[in-house]
Protein backbone atom coordinates (compact mmCIF):
# COMPACT_ATOMS: atom_id res chain seq x y z
CA UNK A 1 0.00 0.00 0.00
CA UNK A 2 2.88 2.47 0.73
CA UNK A 3 4.59 1.76 -2.24
CA UNK A 4 1.78 2.64 -4.06
CA UNK A 5 0.66 5.82 -2.98
CA UNK A 6 5.15 6.94 -3.35
CA UNK A 7 4.95 5.99 -6.73
CA UNK A 8 1.58 7.10 -7.81
CA UNK A 9 1.16 10.62 -5.94
CA UNK A 10 3.33 13.47 -5.02
CA UNK A 11 4.67 14.03 -1.54
CA UNK A 12 2.54 16.89 -1.50
CA UNK A 13 -0.49 14.61 -2.19
CA UNK A 14 0.58 12.68 0.18
CA UNK A 15 1.04 15.33 3.05
CA UNK A 16 -2.84 16.67 1.98
CA UNK A 17 -4.52 13.20 2.42
CA UNK A 18 -2.29 12.08 5.91
CA UNK A 19 -1.96 15.27 7.65
CA UNK A 20 -5.05 16.91 6.56
CA UNK A 21 -6.93 13.34 6.42
CA UNK A 22 -5.99 13.17 10.27
CA UNK A 23 -6.85 16.75 11.16
CA UNK A 24 -10.11 16.23 9.36
CA UNK A 25 -11.28 13.08 10.89
CA UNK A 26 -10.22 14.12 14.43
CA UNK A 27 -12.59 17.59 13.99
CA UNK A 28 -15.46 15.49 13.15
CA UNK A 29 -14.60 12.79 15.51
CA UNK A 30 -14.65 15.47 17.90
CA UNK A 31 -17.74 17.77 16.99
CA UNK A 32 -19.90 14.71 16.80
CA UNK A 33 -18.51 13.33 20.35
CA UNK A 34 -19.42 16.93 21.69
CA UNK A 35 -22.79 16.84 20.10
CA UNK A 36 -23.53 13.41 20.99
CA UNK A 37 -22.73 13.93 24.69
CA UNK A 38 -22.81 17.77 25.53
CA UNK A 39 -21.96 17.01 29.43
CA UNK A 40 -18.38 16.36 28.08
CA UNK A 41 -18.03 20.10 27.35
CA UNK A 42 -18.46 20.53 30.99
CA UNK A 43 -14.46 19.02 31.80
CA UNK A 44 -15.94 16.94 34.69
CA UNK A 45 -13.62 14.35 34.01
CA UNK A 46 -10.39 16.17 32.57
CA UNK A 47 -8.22 15.25 35.63
CA UNK A 48 -8.42 11.73 34.45
CA UNK A 49 -8.23 12.17 30.92
CA UNK A 50 -5.39 14.64 31.19
CA UNK A 51 -3.22 11.56 33.05
CA UNK A 52 -4.40 9.11 30.60
CA UNK A 53 -3.78 11.24 27.99
CA UNK A 54 0.09 12.66 29.51
CA UNK A 55 0.62 9.01 30.25
CA UNK A 56 -0.13 7.41 26.73
CA UNK A 57 1.22 10.45 24.30
CA UNK A 58 4.31 10.25 25.72
CA UNK A 59 4.70 6.23 25.34
CA UNK A 60 3.39 7.19 21.81
CA UNK A 61 5.70 10.19 21.24
CA UNK A 62 8.80 7.81 22.13
CA UNK A 63 7.63 5.01 20.27
CA UNK A 64 7.26 7.42 16.95
CA UNK A 65 10.53 9.28 17.55
CA UNK A 66 12.75 5.45 17.65
CA UNK A 67 10.98 4.48 14.60
CA UNK A 68 11.35 8.19 12.10
CA UNK A 69 14.97 8.14 13.87
CA UNK A 70 15.61 4.30 12.65
CA UNK A 71 14.22 5.06 9.25
CA UNK A 72 16.21 8.40 8.76
CA UNK A 73 19.39 6.37 10.00
CA UNK A 74 18.30 3.44 7.05
CA UNK A 75 17.71 6.26 4.24
CA UNK A 76 21.16 7.38 5.12
CA UNK A 77 22.75 4.44 5.18
CA UNK A 78 21.16 3.64 2.04
CA UNK A 79 22.41 6.36 0.41
CA UNK A 80 25.91 5.91 1.60
CA UNK A 81 25.54 2.32 -0.36
CA UNK A 82 24.59 3.85 -3.23
CA UNK A 83 27.10 6.47 -3.22
CA UNK A 84 30.20 3.74 -1.99
CA UNK A 85 28.71 1.67 -5.36
CA UNK A 86 28.61 4.36 -7.84
CA UNK A 87 32.02 5.55 -6.53
CA UNK A 88 34.02 2.25 -6.86
CA UNK A 89 32.34 1.89 -10.28
CA UNK A 90 34.27 5.16 -10.92
CA UNK A 91 37.85 4.22 -9.55
CA UNK A 92 37.65 0.94 -11.84
CA UNK A 93 36.70 2.98 -14.85
CA UNK A 94 40.00 5.26 -13.88
CA UNK A 95 42.20 2.40 -13.31
CA UNK A 96 40.86 0.65 -16.44
CA UNK A 97 43.22 2.84 -18.30
CA UNK A 98 46.60 1.59 -16.90
CA UNK A 99 45.58 -1.77 -18.75
CA UNK A 100 46.56 -2.81 -22.05
CA UNK A 101 43.72 -1.10 -24.65
CA UNK A 102 41.86 -4.53 -25.52
CA UNK A 103 41.53 -5.23 -21.48
CA UNK A 104 40.81 -1.90 -21.48
CA UNK A 105 37.38 -2.41 -24.15
CA UNK A 106 36.63 -4.74 -22.36
CA UNK A 107 36.24 -3.83 -18.94
CA UNK A 108 34.73 -0.47 -19.92
CA UNK A 109 31.84 -2.75 -21.47
CA UNK A 110 31.77 -4.77 -18.62
CA UNK A 111 31.44 -1.25 -16.44
CA UNK A 112 28.90 0.43 -18.93
CA UNK A 113 27.11 -2.50 -18.57
CA UNK A 114 26.49 -2.80 -15.07
CA UNK A 115 25.90 1.20 -14.75
CA UNK A 116 23.30 0.67 -17.23
CA UNK A 117 21.63 -1.89 -16.03
CA UNK A 118 21.74 -0.32 -12.45
CA UNK A 119 19.70 2.87 -13.45
CA UNK A 120 17.63 1.61 -16.29
CA UNK A 121 16.66 -1.82 -14.98
CA UNK A 122 17.41 -2.27 -11.26
CA UNK A 123 16.19 1.19 -9.95
CA UNK A 124 12.53 0.74 -11.07
CA UNK A 125 12.44 -2.76 -9.79
CA UNK A 126 13.69 -0.99 -6.39
CA UNK A 127 11.09 1.41 -6.85
CA UNK A 128 7.90 -1.17 -7.10
CA UNK A 129 9.87 -3.42 -4.42
CA UNK A 130 10.76 -6.03 -6.28
CA UNK A 131 14.49 -5.59 -7.10
CA UNK A 132 16.60 -8.84 -8.85
CA UNK A 133 20.30 -9.33 -9.68
CA UNK A 134 19.63 -10.72 -13.11
CA UNK A 135 20.40 -7.59 -15.00
CA UNK A 136 23.33 -6.68 -13.55
CA UNK A 137 24.81 -10.31 -12.91
CA UNK A 138 25.85 -10.68 -16.22
CA UNK A 139 27.98 -7.57 -16.78
CA UNK A 140 29.46 -8.26 -12.98
CA UNK A 141 30.89 -11.66 -13.94
CA UNK A 142 32.49 -10.41 -17.26
CA UNK A 143 33.95 -7.42 -15.36
CA UNK A 144 35.52 -10.61 -13.07
CA UNK A 145 36.49 -12.83 -15.66
CA UNK A 146 37.92 -9.72 -17.97
CA UNK A 147 40.51 -9.23 -14.41
CA UNK A 148 40.87 -13.10 -13.61
CA UNK A 149 42.25 -13.80 -17.11
CA UNK A 150 44.66 -10.71 -17.32
CA UNK A 151 47.88 -10.95 -15.97
CA UNK A 152 49.91 -7.57 -15.23
CA UNK A 153 52.99 -7.36 -16.97
CA UNK A 154 54.63 -4.82 -14.21
CA UNK A 155 54.57 -3.31 -11.08
CA UNK A 156 52.86 -0.56 -12.26
CA UNK A 157 49.59 -2.69 -13.62
CA UNK A 158 49.81 -5.37 -10.80
CA UNK A 159 49.17 -1.91 -8.22
CA UNK A 160 45.73 -0.78 -10.44
CA UNK A 161 45.39 -4.32 -10.71
CA UNK A 162 44.83 -4.76 -6.80
CA UNK A 163 42.84 -2.05 -6.66
CA UNK A 164 40.42 -2.62 -9.80
CA UNK A 165 39.78 -6.24 -8.24
CA UNK A 166 39.32 -4.38 -4.84
CA UNK A 167 37.04 -2.00 -5.61
CA UNK A 168 34.71 -5.12 -8.19
CA UNK A 169 34.57 -6.89 -5.02
CA UNK A 170 33.68 -3.74 -2.93
CA UNK A 171 31.24 -3.42 -6.02
CA UNK A 172 29.39 -6.71 -5.31
CA UNK A 173 28.70 -6.59 -1.08
CA UNK A 174 27.15 -3.12 -1.86
CA UNK A 175 25.32 -4.28 -4.96
CA UNK A 176 23.82 -7.13 -2.25
CA UNK A 177 23.45 -4.31 0.53
CA UNK A 178 21.77 -2.06 -1.46
CA UNK A 179 19.28 -4.82 -2.79
CA UNK A 180 18.51 -6.10 0.67
CA UNK A 181 17.55 -2.01 1.52
CA UNK A 182 14.88 -1.71 -1.01
CA UNK A 183 13.37 -4.87 0.12
CA UNK A 184 13.16 -3.64 4.05
CA UNK A 185 10.14 -2.33 5.29
CA UNK A 186 9.02 -1.64 8.85
CA UNK A 187 8.12 -4.60 10.89
CA UNK A 188 4.45 -5.16 11.31
CA UNK A 189 4.55 -4.68 14.74
CA UNK A 190 6.00 -1.11 14.45
CA UNK A 191 3.51 -0.70 11.89
CA UNK A 192 0.98 -1.95 14.63
CA UNK A 193 2.20 0.30 17.28
CA UNK A 194 2.78 3.79 14.83
CA UNK A 195 -0.70 3.35 13.33
CA UNK A 196 -2.79 1.93 16.11
CA UNK A 197 -1.49 4.36 18.48
CA UNK A 198 -2.53 6.78 16.47
CA UNK A 199 -6.24 5.42 16.60
CA UNK A 200 -6.19 5.51 20.21
CA UNK A 201 -4.34 8.62 20.80
CA UNK A 202 -6.55 11.38 18.78
CA UNK A 203 -9.94 10.03 20.38
CA UNK A 204 -8.71 10.64 23.72
CA UNK A 205 -8.40 13.84 22.66
CA UNK A 206 -11.88 14.16 22.08
CA UNK A 207 -12.93 13.36 25.99
CA UNK A 208 -10.92 16.59 27.37
CA UNK A 209 -13.63 19.01 27.53
CA UNK A 210 -13.58 22.57 26.95
CA UNK A 211 -16.64 25.38 27.24
CA UNK A 212 -15.80 27.04 23.99
CA UNK A 213 -15.97 24.58 20.59
CA UNK A 214 -13.80 26.25 19.08
CA UNK A 215 -10.79 26.20 21.63
CA UNK A 216 -11.33 22.21 21.65
CA UNK A 217 -11.61 22.21 17.77
CA UNK A 218 -8.29 23.52 17.58
CA UNK A 219 -6.55 21.46 20.41
CA UNK A 220 -7.72 18.52 18.80
CA UNK A 221 -6.69 19.88 15.37
CA UNK A 222 -3.00 20.58 16.62
CA UNK A 223 -2.70 17.31 18.12
CA UNK A 224 -3.97 15.20 15.02
CA UNK A 225 -1.85 17.62 12.85
CA UNK A 226 1.67 16.56 14.76
CA UNK A 227 0.76 12.98 14.44
CA UNK A 228 -0.25 12.97 10.68
CA UNK A 229 3.04 14.45 9.90
CA UNK A 230 4.76 12.37 11.82
CA UNK A 231 2.82 9.22 10.40
CA UNK A 232 3.53 11.08 6.56
CA UNK A 233 7.59 10.92 7.86
CA UNK A 234 7.12 7.15 8.74
CA UNK A 235 5.30 6.47 5.49
CA UNK A 236 7.81 8.19 3.42
CA UNK A 237 11.22 7.88 4.80
CA UNK A 238 10.32 3.45 5.39
CA UNK A 239 10.95 3.35 1.16
CA UNK A 240 14.32 5.15 0.75
CA UNK A 241 14.02 3.91 -3.24
CA UNK A 242 10.50 5.28 -3.88
CA UNK A 243 8.38 8.11 -4.30
CA UNK A 244 9.42 11.84 -4.49
CA UNK A 245 12.25 12.17 -2.06
CA UNK A 246 13.77 8.92 -2.96
CA UNK A 247 17.52 8.35 -3.15
CA UNK A 248 18.75 9.14 -6.84
CA UNK A 249 20.60 6.97 -9.26
CA UNK A 250 22.51 10.24 -10.24
CA UNK A 251 25.96 9.43 -9.24
CA UNK A 252 25.72 6.43 -11.89
CA UNK A 253 25.74 9.38 -14.85
CA UNK A 254 28.35 11.51 -12.89
CA UNK A 255 31.92 11.93 -12.88
CA UNK A 256 34.27 8.98 -14.22
CA UNK A 257 31.10 7.17 -15.08
CA UNK A 258 29.66 10.05 -17.22
CA UNK A 259 31.42 8.59 -20.41
CA UNK A 260 29.25 5.50 -20.43
CA UNK A 261 26.32 7.65 -20.76
CA UNK A 262 27.49 9.79 -23.85
CA UNK A 263 26.17 8.81 -27.25
Not at 180 to 193: C, S
Request: hydrophobic content about 50%; overall charge neutral; glycine content about 6%.
Amino acid sequence: MSLWLLNHFSTLTIAVLAVGGTVLLAVTGSVLMRRRYPSLARGEHNDMVEATLGMFGAIYGIILAFVIVTLWTQLDSAQTIVSAEATDAALIARDARAFPTPVRADLDHAMSGYVHAVVEDQWPRMRSGQPSYGATETHLRSAFAVLQAYDPKNSREEVFYEQAVGNLNDIAAQRRARITMAEQELPPLLQVLAFGGAAVLIPLTFLYGMRRLRVQILFVASVAGLVGFSLLLVLVLDRPFAGDLSISPAPYREGALAQYWTP
